[in-house]
């Protein structure tokens, strides 16, 4: 079981930047792919972003693109995404996930291996 523990949340203002970090355990495979998940209250969870292994390959949802950014740091077995331009809509848990294969689409949920317990995020107007 890999544990993945995220921090860096908080409140801010809109407009504000807050910058996320995961760290996965040091027993963890450097190959696995990383990402980033969040779920607002009522609201269903949805992917954020993702990035391979090596840290050349990433990707976004339409709706960060632009104002987010992931990265990863093999060495120090740690994700990031900094959050740029925030958003009232951004207001969520967000979630640290790892996953071993590839295959399914990295927005669904169900193709992650491993998840953190969340860290929320608030913007306000």
């Known amino acids: 079981q890999v544990q993945l523990v995220e921090s860096g949340g908080g409140a801010v203002q809109a407009g504000g930047s807050l910058r996320l970090s995961c760290a996965a355990p040091?027993?963890?495979?450097?190959?696995?792919?990383m990402g980033w998940f969040r779920q607002a209250p009522g609201k269903e969870r949805e992917g954020v972003a993702m990035?391979?292994?090596?840290?050349?390959?990433?990707d976004y949802a339409e709706s960060v693109k632009g104002r987010f950014t992931i990265s990863r740091d093999d060495a120090k077995k740690t994700a990031y995404l900094q959050m740029n331009s925030l958003k009232p809509e951004d207001t969520a848990m967000y979630y640290c996930v790892q996953r071993r294969k590839t295959g399914t689409s990295w927005s669904w949920p169900g193709g992650w291996d491993y998840w953190g317990q969340g860290t929320q995020v608030t913007v306000s107007v």
């Open positions: 040091k027993n963890s495979s450097s190959r696995n792919a």
């Open positions: 990035i391979y292994s090596g840290g050349i390959t990433t």
